[in-house]
């Protein structure tokens, strides 16, 4: 039973257009929810986050939008740089479980030159 | 502030045999979670530990087990390994009453189960 999923395993994009990458959750009792990048050989790393009381959440290049009624979010990157290739995971949380994180199985953002 | 340190690195076993895995997470933190990561499934929630407690678990078999010491290094174990057991396993640290986004993940163990 996948509670987080993101369809898409690989996305291509011209270096300086705009990324968008998706994500769908199916448990509505998720009220926070994360974008972790991973480069190779490293764990994962957080990006940015958003709390199921907002919408949009932006700090500088990236903007996680939230849509509740959709069960959907996305990361946007704009502009799209070459150091930004890497794989990206949504995750979710509930309040009552903070700490366990349940991870889409990830998408490979290719930026190319 | 030194990271999240995971021994061993990589790790090559055959099916039937135990492992252990370490975990050492960054100082002050008493929280540690683990991760297996898998190329389909993504990475999914093992057991979380506080304090020496496990305070969350996932939907994983009674092979794999962990523990917390008093300095909160942590220790996963995978008994009767499967091939299916190959797998990149992270774990993450966390400060006391810190939210989600502050879990600091390690470079992972890499297990090959032959």
């Known amino acids: 039973d996948q509670q987080v999923k993101q369809n898409s395993p690989s996305l291509s994009v011209q270096e300086g257009r705009i990324s968008i990458l998706n994500c769908d959750y199916t448990?509505?009792?998720?009220?926070?929810f994360l974008w972790y990048k991973k480069y190779p050989a490293e764990g994962p790393t957080f990006l940015i986050s958003?709390?199921?009381?907002?919408d949009k959440n932006e700090d500088g290049r990236f903007t996680v939008f939230l849509n509740k009624s959709a069960k959907h979010l996305s990361l946007h990157i704009v502009p799209s740089q070459p150091g930004d290739s890497a794989v990206y995971f949504c995750?979710?949380?509930?309040?009552?479980?903070?700490?366990?994180?349940?991870f889409g199985q990830g998408t490979r953002l290719t930026i190319n030159p | 502030k030194a990271g999240v340190t995971q021994t061993p690195r990589y790790l090559i076993k055959t099916r039937g045999q135990q492992v252990t895995l370490s975990c050492s997470p960054i100082?002050?933190?008493?929280?540690v979670s683990w991760y297996q990561q898998t190329p389909g499934q993504g990475l999914q929630f093992l057991f979380e530990?506080?304090?020496?407690?496990?305070?969350n678990k996932g939907n994983f078999p009674g092979r794999f087990s962990g523990r917390q010491f008093s300095n909160s290094r942590s220790e996963m174990n995978v008994s009767t390994l499967e091939l299916g057991d190959s797998a990149l396993y992270l774990c993450?640290?966390?400060?006391?009453?810190?939210?989600?986004?502050?879990?600091?993940f390690g470079p992972g163990t890499r297990l090959l189960v032959l």
């Open positions: 448990n509505s009792m998720f009220d926070y």
């Open positions: 958003i709390s199921s009381i907002k």
């Open positions: 530990y506080f304090s020496e407690t496990q305070r």
């Open positions: 100082s002050g933190h008493r929280s």
């Open positions: 993450a640290s966390s400060a006391p009453l810190a939210g989600p986004e502050t879990q600091y």
């Open positions: 995750a979710a949380s509930t309040i009552q479980g903070a700490q366990k994180l349940v």
